[in-house]
């Protein structure tokens, strides 16, 4: 019961307007820890922009997973 309200006060705390955090248990196979980031996903075309969308991401070292 502790570690689900550690959780819970966890993703909370990572979530801020918009969506939550994702679960990242298993997404980044057997790479330790899995943790939900934001990252910003830039357009498919070579336009500078001064806004990208974000979206969540599961990151392992220096790779990213979907979640």
Request: glycine share 8%.
């Amino acid at each position: 019961m502790i570690r689900s309200t550690i959780t819970t006060m966890r993703r909370r705390m990572l979530s801020g307007l918009g969506s939550s955090p994702p679960r990242c248990a298993w997404k980044c196979g057997r790479c330790t820890p899995c943790k939900p980031i934001h990252v910003a996903v830039p357009p498919g075309r070579p336009v500078t922009m001064e806004y990208y969308p974000e979206a969540w991401r599961c990151k392992c070292g220096n790779k990213l997973y979907m979640p």
